[in-house]
């Protein structure tokens, strides 16, 4: 098994240097396409209308028991 692991930043001793680094693995990120990202974009706002639906749902039903249950 192979050991991972991490460094911090050294920020102070060259700062040129750092930004050339970030900068090199950047390029190395595989980027999603622009599909990939409207198709992610579009499922993360379907999934957050529909929590929010069943949300607001059991919130009017709780509701409702709980006005019926004190009257």
Do not use: C, H
Request: aromatic share 14%; net charge positive.
């Amino acid at each position: 098994m192979s050991e991972i692991t991490f460094s911090t930043p050294d920020f102070g001793s060259n700062p040129a240097q750092y930004l050339r680094d970030v900068r090199a693995e950047l390029k190395k990120v595989i980027w999603p396409t622009r599909e990939q990202v409207i198709r992610a974009t579009i499922l993360v706002f379907i999934v957050s209308v529909a929590v929010g639906a069943f949300l607001g749902g059991l919130d009017y039903l709780f509701t409702q028991l709980f006005t019926f249950l004190v009257k």
